[in-house]
Nanobody, 124 residues
Framework: QVQLVESGGGLVQPGGSLRLSCVVSGSIFSIFDMGWYRQAPGKQRELVASIQTVQTGASTTYADSVQGRFTISRDNAKNTVYLQMNSLKPEDTAVYYC???????????????WGQGTQVSVSS
C-alpha cells in the first residue's frame, strides 16, 4: 500500500522559515512528478510547487505567490520531496499537501497519490 507522509509543519512568525518533507513509502515501481499543494480555509486547493523527474531535467514550477521564497527539491534515493519555505507571510497559512504521480507495483497503473496534509500557520 502506497503512503505519503508529510512532516515539518507548525507555527512560525512572519518572515520565518519552515521545511516540509514528504516521504513516499510502499511497493512502488516508479515515481514521476511530485508536488506540494495547499488549501486555506474557505479556499480551493492550489498548486504551490512541483518538480519533475531527474530524467526529464528535474524542472520546477512555482505559484507566482511563492516564487523566490519557496524551493522544492527531491531525493529519489529516499523517495522524498521537500519544500523549503522562507520569508513566510500570514497568507501562506494553510494545510499543505504532498502529491506524487507514481506507479504502484501492485497495480501497475499510474495515478496521483496524496498525503494527509500538514498545517502551516504564520502569525505573530
Amino acid at each position: 500500500q502506497v503512503q505519503l507522509v508529510e512532516s515539518g509543519g507548525g507555527l512560525v512568525q512572519p518572515g520565518g522559515s519552515l521545511r516540509l518533507s514528504c516521504v513516499v513509502s510502499g511497493s512502488i515501481f516508479s515515481i514521476f512528478d511530485m508536488g506540494w499543494y495547499r488549501q486555506a480555509p474557505g479556499k480551493q486547493r492550489e498548486l504551490v510547487a512541483s518538480i519533475q523527474t531527474v530524467q526529464t531535467g528535474a524542472s520546477t514550477t512555482y505559484a507566482d505567490s511563492v516564487q523566490g521564497r519557496f524551493t522544492i527539491s527531491r531525493d529519489n534515493a529516499k523517495n522524498t520531496v521537500y519544500l523549503q519555505m522562507n520569508s513566510l507571510k500570514p497568507e501562506d497559512t494553510a494545510v499543505y499537501y504532498c502529491n506524487a504521480d507514481l506507479i504502484p507495483s501492485t497495480t501497475g497503473i499510474r495515478r496521483g497519490f496524496w498525503g494527509q496534509g500538514t498545517q502551516v500557520s504564520v502569525s505573530s
